[in-house]
């Protein structure tokens, strides 16, 4: 027994005429927007809040941005904006890079005359005896 494989999941119905179900809700809404701007402002300021909210709608309805709609472009970009964003490349900046020292090496340092100063110059120039060669 032969059963038909569907083919083209991935492409919506046309519903009413050319359109989409989706692509008939943004353009129905937009339109019905635009006309109410057109009827409730000044003929001059209706058009000015028209136009862009015309634009908008077309664009949501038949512009794509490789290969996805518009619509899940504008989402990922209000996901981006509004949500948190956790910078891991930016250092932070310690005031003491050194962790501190306990108490008894502190008294140490005191007994033998070691400040911290000469501490790291002491250990400066072992790390560069190390690094010449020589043990």
């Known amino acids: 027994m032969e059963y038909q494989v569907p083919q083209f999941i991935e492409v919506e119905d046309k519903i009413f005429g050319p359109f989409t179900l989706k692509q008939f809700i ?4 937009g339109v019905g927007l635009c006309a109410i701007l057109l009827l409730y ?12 909210v015309g634009a908008f709608t077309a664009a949501l309805a038949f512009y794509k941005v490789n290969n996805k709609p518009f619509v899940e472009i504008m989402e990922a970009a209000l996901k981006f904006y509004v949500g948190d964003r956790l910078y891991l490349w930016k250092k932070e900046k310690h ?8 108490a008894p090496v502190i008294e140490e340092r005191a007994k033998l005359g070691l400040s911290s100063t000469k501490l790291k110059e002491l250990a400066w120039s072992l790390d560069i005896k190390d690094k010449e060669g020589r043990s």
């Open 95 to 102: 005031e003491n890079t050194a962790p501190a020292a306990p």
């Open 41 to 52: 402002f000044p003929l001059i300021v209706g058009i000015v809040l028209a136009i862009p």
């Open 26 to 29: 943004y353009v129905a809404g």
